[in-house]
Each structure stands twice: as structure tokens, then as C-alpha cells.
């Protein structure tokens, strides 16, 4: 089956310096690929969608500058946490689609990130 | 806009019996998936089950079925003889095909199976 790597899958970081967590689409080419944020028992929220070759489209309320998402080719996407304090600690999650149809999606194992 | 509604924050299940989990959607839209999704301990989100909404049978994987009711906008997961390993967190997810791209997820049911 298919599979996306996510990368790293956990990081410690002191307050005020940058993250960068990789998505990569290990055997098919992603399009698109979304990114999501996960509160400790809480459900998943999308954060913004990428396009490969193309800006990200950001949900609102979440944060262009300080979340700063590259798609630079069909099966990488990065995610930065620019800035990083302490409230921006969570579990991030990509998920890559392999054509249009939504059942070609597919998620990565998941990056914690802890910011002291 | 469309949302998810899970009912129950928490389920629990005796191993080998059967367990039903409640999922209500809202939408105005006629075509779109439902899906049913476990995150174990590990945090890896594993699709368990989909129905494309303009199917009228109930879709199957093994253990797991759904009764979907379009009418009434539900979409139920039920798991026979249940596993120690089913144990987890599940979401349920919707997402219509023809709008915006995202799946939109519930807040989740965490199940417990007791030996």
C-alpha cells in the first residue's frame, strides 16, 4: 500500500528557534498534501493545504507567517514552525493524496513537538 | 458548513462482543464519503471503513460495518467479536467531493476493550 514518511517523528526545541518536519509520498506522486494539528485527546484540525508548485491554502485563524509550508515537489511537503513558543507544542500530522479522489489519501505516522 | 458530531467521548467493550459507535453529519450536499478512521497509541491514522454516500448498501471490512442512513444523516460503526487491538481512538470523517478538500473530523470516541 502506500506511504507517507513523516519526519522527525518527535522534537525537542527551545522557545524562539525554527522546526522543519517533512512529509515525503515514498511510492506515488502526492499533488496535494494537507497538514493537521492534534491537541492531546483531542480531534484533528486542518491546518492548510498545499498544492504542489503553488502557494498553501491556509484555514483560518492559523498563523501564514509562523507556519510555513513548502511544496516543492510531488512527493515533498515541509512544514517550519517559525518562532516556536511553547503553545505551539501539539502533534502535527500530514496526509498526501495520490490524484483527486479522496480515497487516495494517506497519512504519516506523526511529528510531537515539544517546545521548552 | 458541514459538521461531525460524536456523541460518545467514551466506549467500552468486552473482548469477542460487539460495539457500536454514533456518528450524526451534517450537510446540504447529496454526493460526498464518509469514512471511519482508528488512531491507536502509536498516533498512526489507519482508514477502517468508507461509503460513498450515493451507495445504498452498507459497506463491509471483516469486523467492521457501518449502518449508514442518509435520510437521517447518520453514519454508525459497529465492530463484531472485538479485539484487544481494536482498542483506540476513533474518528469519524466526512468529506464531499465537489467543495473545499478537507475532510472534516468528529471529535472522536475512545474504546476500551476489557479482557
Known amino acids: 500500500g502506500a506511504v507517507v514518511s513523516q519526519h522527525p517523528s518527535w522534537v525537542i526545541c527551545k522557545s524562539g528557534t525554527s522546526v522543519k518536519i517533512e512529509c515525503r509520498s515514498l511510492?506515488?506522486?502526492?499533488?496535494?498534501m494537507f497538514w493537521y494539528r492534534q491537541f492531546p485527546k483531542q480531534s484533528l484540525m486542518l491546518m492548510a493545504t498545499s498544492n504542489e508548485g503553488s502557494k498553501a491554502t491556509y484555514e483560518q485563524g492559523v498563523e501564514k507567517d509562523k507556519f510555513l509550508i513548502n511544496h516543492a515537489s510531488l512527493t515533498l511537503s515541509t512544514l517550519t514552525v517559525t518562532s516556536a513558543h511553547p503553545e505551539d507544542s501539539s502533534f502535527y500530522i500530514c496526509?498526501?493524496?495520490?490524484?483527486?479522489?479522496?480515497?487516495?489519501?494517506?497519512f504519516g505516522s506523526g511529528t510531537q513537538l515539544s517546545v521548552l | 458548513a458541514q459538521t461531525v458530531t460524536q456523541s460518545q467521548p467514551e466506549m467500552s467493550v468486552q473482548e469477542a462482543e460487539t460495539v457500536t459507535l454514533s456518528c450524526t453529519y451534517d450537510?446540504?450536499?447529496?454526493?460526498?464519503?464518509l469514512f471511519w478512521y482508528k488512531q491507536p497509541p502509536s498516533r498512526q491514522m489507519i482508514l477502517v471503513i468508507r461509503q460513498e454516500a450515493y451507495k445504498q448498501q452498507n459497506a463491509t471490512e471483516n469486523r467492521f460495518s457501518v449502518n449508514f442512513q442518509k435520510a437521517a444523516k447518520s453514519f454508525s460503526l459497529k465492530i463484531s467479536d472485538s479485539q484487544l487491538g481494536d482498542a483506540a481512538m476513533y474518528f469519524c470523517?466526512?468529506?464531499?467531493?465537489?467543495?473545499?478538500?478537507?475532510?472534516?473530523f468528529g471529535k472522536g470516541t475512545k474504546l476500551t476493550v476489557n479482557p
Open positions: 450537510t446540504s450536499e447529496s454526493d460526498y464519503y
Open positions: 470523517a466526512y468529506h464531499f467531493q465537489g467543495g473545499s478538500e478537507k475532510l472534516v
Open positions: 511510492d506515488f506522486q502526492a499533488t496535494t
Open positions: 496526509s498526501a493524496r495520490a490524484g483527486t479522489r479522496v480515497e487516495k489519501l494517506f
